[in-house]
């Protein structure tokens, strides 16, 4: 079956502008993360989802990150006036009720500010 | 969350066996240990997953003694394609709530 898709692949914008990352996770999956990721280091959590509603947001770095996942199936991060600090690989995940931990990972979006 | 210590990198060399040893001290009771998978350019892939004992899969074992402070995975025969950083995790199992905490995890080198 289909796994996690995340688009775009790579998203290259300005200082400043603003962007939305697309996450479609595993269909039936409830619960749903995001994570960032920097060159040479694990991933860092940012938030999770378990439905629709932001269960834990305890990671996102600032008020200019926001998620959604209005129906309970696919979620958004939008990034509001993006800084350069603000690229890296954003990845997000879904697991089942079955097993938390066993999480399937999308491919990732790459964002670079410049 | 109990914090895990690996090493940072290991090589290899094809068809040998690798160990790689994580510390966590501080795991507590509901904890399970986990280990990730990541190549280049792509997202983390669960490998393993163990609560106690020995864990075995069609990709690889881990052994957990018995006081749990420490656990090791082990990769058999490994290949080029094995070449990756690999991740050990713990938490609890039952609640989506316990994100997970990723290290720097173990780069893992394979040459031929």
């Known amino acids: 079956g289909a796994g996690v898709s995340q688009t775009p692949s790579n998203k290259v914008t300005e200082k400043g502008k603003y962007v939305e990352l697309r996450c479609d996770p595993i269909?039936?999956?409830?619960?749903l993360y995001w994570y960032r990721q920097s060159l040479g280091q694990g991933p860092e959590f940012l938030i999770y989802?378990?439905?629709?509603?932001?269960?834990?947001d305890s990671g996102l770095p600032n008020d200019r990150f926001f998620a959604v996942r209005p129906e309970g199936s696919v979620s958004t991060l939008k990034i509001q006036r993006t800084e350069r600090g603000d690229s890296a690989v954003y990845l997000c995940?879904?697991?089942?009720?079955?097993?938390?931990?066993?999480?399937?990972f999308g491919p990732g979006t790459r964002l670079t500010v410049l | 969350l109990a914090k895990t210590t690996q090493p940072i990198s290991m090589d290899s060399y094809e068809g040998q066996e690798v160990n790689i040893t994580c510390s966590h001290n501080?795991?507590?009771?509901?904890?399970?240990i986990t280990w990730y998978q990541q190549f280049p350019s792509q997202g983390p892939r669960f490998i393993i997953q163990g609560y106690k004992t020995k864990v075995t899969n069609e990709v690889a074992s881990l052994f957990i003694p018995a006081d749990r402070k420490s656990s090791t995975l082990s990769l058999p025969r490994v290949s080029l394609s094995d070449t990756a950083v690999y991740y050990c995790?713990?938490?609890?199992?039952?609640?989506?709530?316990?994100?997970?905490?990723f290290g720097g995890g173990t780069r893992l080198m394979v040459k031929p």
């Open positions: 501080n795991i507590a009771t509901n904890d399970y």
């Open positions: 995940a879904s697991s089942s009720m079955s097993s938390y931990n066993e999480q399937f």
């Open positions: 989802f378990q439905g629709t509603g932001a269960a834990d």
């Open positions: 269909s039936g999956h409830t619960a």
């Open positions: 995790l713990v938490g609890a199992n039952n609640n989506a709530g316990n994100m997970l905490t």
